[in-house]
């Protein structure tokens, strides 16, 4: 299982790496329409909702993403998905305490899949522009850093459950082990000349070294926020994964459900930070 994953990690990574590295970016947003599109069809599938009404999901978010950029600039776009991503939070934290609440709420249920990956898609466009593929994959490695250190400190050192009636393979240890590598990452990175288009760097040039470790150490504990949030759906549905489309690692949301929160925050952040 763990070659299989780590093969089907490394083909993801070529075909991101190609797409941003082609002269246009048209090739990148088409790609990262698809991923959403897909993770909007698995998610209404956990939902216990028809093919069709994912499809309809799909084609608004993909709509919303590509004409966001036509009519509103990256700065606004950013402040629009950053204050949508406030309203995955007010569903997302009680839910994982208190889930009951929030299930018996279909139509707010059925909204926040089309809210929340318009505002991620939104957001990966906008970032994009203003920090170029360097500066979006240096904020893409603080999501993917705290998922592979969680899960190796969770094996080697984990004891106690992070959510034991959510996801009961999830640690406190392996949480805590996915916060300290962000925080190593981000004190290597954020005193490093790395350009200022890098993510961490423009925090550290606008806040100082110890505001930018806080903050990226939030972005990582905001990951395992929706890594949770999506198992939670998965648990009530049933699922072992969202779909079985990537070898190893199930569906397309089991591997963006973290970044989806994250994205649209640290593009407000950034929007903060003057950039």
Known sequence: MLRQRIATALVLLAVLGLSLAAADPVWFQLLVALFVSIAAWEWYRLLGQSLGAG???AIVISAIGFAA???LSPATQLWISGVAC???AIVALPALHTPDWVMRVRGLQLLLPVVMLSACLTAVFALLEKLGAW???SLLAIVWLADVAAYFAGRAFGRRKLAATISPNKTVEGALGGLLAVGVYGLITAKTDLGPVFYQTTLSNAWGTGVTLALLVALAALSIT??????LLKRRA???DSSQ???????VFDRIDALVPVLPVAGLILTLAGR
Do not use: M, N, Q, R
Not at 245 to 251: D, I, S, Y
């Open 226 to 231: 929706g890594d949770l949030f999506e198992s």
């Open 86 to 88: 406030l309203a995955w």
């Open 69 to 71: 950029p036509l009519v």
């Open 135 to 137: 500066g979006l994959l």
């Open 55 to 57: 499809i309809t999901a």
């Open 245 to 251: 489309l990537l070898p190893g690692h199930g569906g």
């Open 238 to 240: 049933g699922f072992k």
